[in-house]
Structure formats: structure tokens, C-alpha cells
């Protein structure tokens, strides 16, 4: 075996995937530890489901990655303080560098009274639900006739899409916590729920924030403008659901009855300040109550704190004054052999592709470390001994292959245009390997 550096590449999400890549085609020996059975991170369980051609897009260029010869994937295998292998395992296992590319897999919770109260939901578990991604696929929520979707990006506009195109439920509330001219989301997203918004509702909302939207130089007129933007391209509604928003509302607390089941959620009235060129939402002290079953909070994640890095706010702490930066930024832990990339670098931040370029400029500041060592012969031996001692089946390239062509067997033959197994029970059965 020639010596090669040896790499322990953690996620297979886009950054992952396109950084376990680079760092391959520069000569790396990689492996791949993969939480999930399958690759692709939120590409596969987070894009909406019906997004086939960008999804099948994204799987044909997985599909690349995952053929590289000297890339190793070990799929079903968790890294963290309490997973299946620590950090310090991986360095004992020989591994020169670790990029961490897991994802931003920690719950931003509020510490709000009634957070859990059944009918109360994180986006990234209902999302995950939908998406098939066990063992979530499995969990029961209880999406009621009347929801809240908290936040103004596109993934309240993923749920509100899931709601009133899927569960039709009859409501779905937008609480926003700053105004109209704070929102998030992309024209393309509102194109599918667009028309179930209630129009005279926005104006009238629009008409009551107005005051405040002009106290801060905002033009109200034109946000509205901006919001309305998709819809020429409206999809036609599948269902009855009202889609209505209310902006300058910050939830404060969940109410429950005695058996734990939401049925309302208190907001309190925002004013805007203005705060370095931006403008922040302000509390009023008045409070509101909305009757609804369920809440789901679309506010951004944050990364696992119990994964073995230190974290600050919702984020791994990145060394400030890094030795390799890219771009201008720092993809260093304040451990040295340890790197972040995609959303493990900085959470909830944009697109895939964003995600395959961040997880790039990780590998090459990984690279760059590298120069600083010298190349060794991989104990690859090591490394599966001690994955075959956890006692738990592996996924490997081989088996992901079955599963691909049973899958795809499978929508041919319900006349579906993708197919997903919802347990990895299934999953590993068709592989071979339960
Ligand atoms: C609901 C939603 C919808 C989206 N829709 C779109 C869209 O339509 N178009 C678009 O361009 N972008 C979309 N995005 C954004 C896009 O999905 C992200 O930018 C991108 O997936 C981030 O890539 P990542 O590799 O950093 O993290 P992730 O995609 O989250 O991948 C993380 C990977 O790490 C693995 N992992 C996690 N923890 C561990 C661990 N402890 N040990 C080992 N492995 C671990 C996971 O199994 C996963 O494979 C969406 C995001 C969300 C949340
Ligand atoms: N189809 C797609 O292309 C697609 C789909 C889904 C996701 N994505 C991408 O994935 C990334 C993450 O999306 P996202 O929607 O999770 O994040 P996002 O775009 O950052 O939106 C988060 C929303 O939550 C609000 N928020 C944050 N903290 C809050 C709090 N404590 N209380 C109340 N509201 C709060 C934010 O308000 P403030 O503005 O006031 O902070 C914002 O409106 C984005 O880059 C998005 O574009 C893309």
C-alpha cells in the first residue's frame, strides 16, 4: 500500500460529499461516516419531496462522489460524545484530519412555557417526517385543523406547503416576528401556496403594521409588492387551507388542555427598531392568543452540542484567527485537526449549492493542513475491526447500490416518480444486510 494522507470525512450531506471529493481527487485516502443510512443529507431528506428533477440531479452527482476509488463510506455510523465513535477514536484509528460536514442537527429551542405540549414541532422533525428519513418517518405528529408556522424563510414555506397541499389542513398562520419587509423566503417557494393566501387578510395586515413599517422607513406597499411577486406563477391550490399572516408577533408561550394537546399559542405585538443599517423586532408587551393544535418552529437550527466540538450561539466555535482561511473564512475548530464545513461551519445558511462550495473550501484548507504532515499507510484494517466490534450493520457502497435498484424497481412498479423504504428495518433487509 503506497502512503497517502488519511482522512475522516463526518456527514454525507452536500459539503460532505463535494469536500470528501476534493480532498479524494488531491490524493486523499477518505472515509466517510454517515449518520444516516443513505447519503445526501437534507438534499435527499430535506428538499420537498416533489422536487424530482433536482433531487435525482443532486443523487446522479452523489452517485459520482460515491464512486471514487479511494473513497471509503461507512453509512449508519454516528461520531459524537455519545455516538458510535468519538473524535478521539477517529485520531486513535490513525486518522491524520477530521472534516466535520454533519449538518446543523441540534434543536434551536426557545425555552418557551408549553414547548412540549403534543402538537409542538421543530421544522427539521417534520420535514425529516415527510422526507422518509427514519426513525422520524415513523413518529406520529398531530397536525390539527389550525397551525402556526413560526418564522419567514423558506422552510415555514416548506411546511405551509406540506400543510395545505398534504394534511389540508384548513389554517395555516404565518408568525412572523419582524414585518413584511423582513421576509425570507424566495418567490419560486411562495409559487406553491400562494394561492391559498388570503388576499384581503394581507391587505388588512399590511394596513396594520403599516404605521410601524413607516416609523422605520419602510415602504409597506412595496413589501406587500414583493410578497405578491409569484403570483402570476401560482400553482393551483389543492385544498381549502387559509394561508394568512401575522407580522410583528413573537411567540411567548403554548397552551395545553390536561391531556398535553396544544390548543393555543400567545404571541406578543413587535415594534421595529432600527440597529446597525438592519432593524430588530421589539416587544410591546401586548399579548395575544391564536387557537391552534399545532405549532411548528421554521427558525433555523443549530449545530449537536453533544458532537465533541465547542459551540457558541448555534454554531461550532471557529478559530478566529485561522491558519488556512478561504474565502476570508475560518473553517478551523479551535481543535487543530479538526475542520467544519456547510451547515456544521454556519448553520441554516443557504442552498446546496452553497452548501457543495463551503464544504470544497473546507477540503482545501484540509489540504492545506496536510501539507504540514507527512502521508502514511491508513490502518484501514484498524478501522474495520473496530466498526465490526460496535455490532451493527454497515453500509457500504455495495449495499447502497441494492438498495437503489430495488427502490427504483419499486416506483416503476407503482408508477411513481421516486420511491423511499420509511424504515431502515426495510432498508437494510433490501440490502442484505437485516
Ligand atoms: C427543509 C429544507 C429544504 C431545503 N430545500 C432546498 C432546496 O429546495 N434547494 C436547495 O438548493 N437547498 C435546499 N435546502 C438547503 C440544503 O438542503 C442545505 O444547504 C444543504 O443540505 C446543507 O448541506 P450540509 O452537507 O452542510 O448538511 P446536511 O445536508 O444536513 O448533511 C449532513 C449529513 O451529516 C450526517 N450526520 C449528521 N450528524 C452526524 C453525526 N453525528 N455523525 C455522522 N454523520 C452525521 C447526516 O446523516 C447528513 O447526511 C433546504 C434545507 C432545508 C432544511
Ligand atoms: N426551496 C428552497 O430553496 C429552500 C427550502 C428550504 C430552505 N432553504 C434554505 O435553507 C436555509 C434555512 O432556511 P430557514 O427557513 O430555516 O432559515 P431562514 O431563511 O434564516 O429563516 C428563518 C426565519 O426564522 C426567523 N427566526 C429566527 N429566530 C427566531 C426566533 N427566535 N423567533 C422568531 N422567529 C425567528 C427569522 O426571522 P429574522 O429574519 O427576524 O431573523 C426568519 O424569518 C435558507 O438558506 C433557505 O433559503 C431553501
Known amino acids: 500500500m503506497t502512503n497517502q494522507f488519511y482522512v475522516a470525512v463526518i456527514g454525507a450531506g452536500p459539503a460532505g460529499l463535494f469536500g470528501a471529493r476534493e480532498l479524494a481527487n488531491l490524493g486523499a485516502r477518505v472515509v466517510l461516516f454517515n449518520r444516516d443510512l443513505k447519503p445526501g443529507g437534507l438534499a435527499e431528506y430535506g428538499i420537498y419531496p416533489n ?8 443523487r446522479k452527482q ?9 473513497l471509503t463510506y461507512y453509512g449508519n455510523i454516528s461520531i459524537g460524545e455519545k455516538a458510535d465513535l468519538t473524535l478521539d477514536d477517529l485520531r486513535a484509528l490513525g486518522f491524520q484530519v477530521i ?47 389550525r397551525c402556526a408556522v413560526i418564522g419567514a424563510g423558506n422552510v415555514m414555506l416548506d411546511i405551509t406547503h406540506f400543510l395545505s397541499r398534504e394534511e389540508k389542513v384548513e389554517e395555516v398562520i404565518a408568525v412572523v416576528r419582524r414585518g413584511p419587509a423582513e421576509v425570507k423566503f424566495d418567490k419560486k417557494e411562495m409559487e406553491y401556496v400562494i394561492d391559498n393566501l388570503d388576499l384581503a387578510d394581507l391587505d388588512a395586515e399590511i394596513q396594520r403594521v403599516a404605521p ?44 395545553g388542555d390536561s391531556e398535553g394537546n396544544l390548543t393555543q399559542v400567545e404571541i406578543e ?39 465533541g466540538l465547542p459551540t457558541e450561539w448555534s454554531e461550532f466555535v471557529k478559530s478566529q484567527n485561522p491558519r488556512f482561511p478561504m474565502d476570508g473564512n475560518s473553517y478551523e475548530s479551535p481543535m487543530e485537526d479538526v475542520f467544519v464545513g456547510g451547515w456544521s461551519r454556519k448553520a441554516s445558511s443557504g442552498l446546496v449549492g452553497l452548501a457543495r462550495k463551503d464544504g ?32 451493527k450493520p454497515l453500509v457500504l457502497k455495495e449495499h447502497l447500490k441494492k438498495l437503489e435498484e430495488t427502490e427504483l424497481a419499486q416506483a416503476k412498479q407503482q408508477g411513481l416518480e421516486a420511491y423511499k423504504f420509511g424504515s431502515n428495518g426495510e432498508m437494510l433487509k433490501v440490502m442484505g444486510l437485516a
Open 51 to 58: 422536487k424530482h428533477t433536482m433531487k435525482n440531479g443532486l
Open 62 to 70: 452523489f452517485k459520482q462522489v460515491m464512486d471514487l476509488p479511494n
Open 99 to 145: 472534516l466535520v460536514t454533519a449538518g446543523a442537527q441540534g434543536t434551536k429551542w426557545l425555552g418557551l412555557p408549553g414547548e412540549d405540549l403534543k402538537g409542538v414541532y421543530h421544522a427539521k422533525d417534520v420535514v425529516y417526517f415527510y422526507n422518509k428519513l427514519p426513525p422520524f418517518s415513523q413518529q406520529s405528529f398531530r397536525f390539527g385543523k
Open 212 to 255: 410601524i413599517m413607516q416609523a422605520v422607513h419602510q415602504d409597506p406597499e412595496a413589501a406587500k409588492a414583493s410578497i405578491l411577486v409569484a403570483l402570476p406563477k401560482a400553482l393551483p391550490k389543492v385544498s381549502n387551507t387559509r394561508f394568512r399572516f401575522e407580522f410583528l408577533a413573537s411567540p411567548v408561550q403554548m397552551l
Open 269 to 307: 405585538d413587535n415594534i421595529l427598531v432600527e440597529a446597525n443599517g438592519d432593524t430588530k423586532a421589539k416587544g410591546t408587551g401586548n399579548k395575544r392568543r391564536l387557537d391552534v393544535e399545532t405549532v411548528v418552529f421554521a427558525i433555523g437550527d443549530k449545530v449537536e452540542e453533544s458532537f
Open 360 to 391: 470544497t473550501n473546507a477540503a482545501k484548507a484540509v489540504w492545506q493542513y496536510l501539507q504540514t504532515k507527512q502521508p502514511m499507510e491508513p490502518n484501514t484494517e484498524a478501522l474495520a475491526e473496530k466498526l465490526k466490534s460496535l455490532g
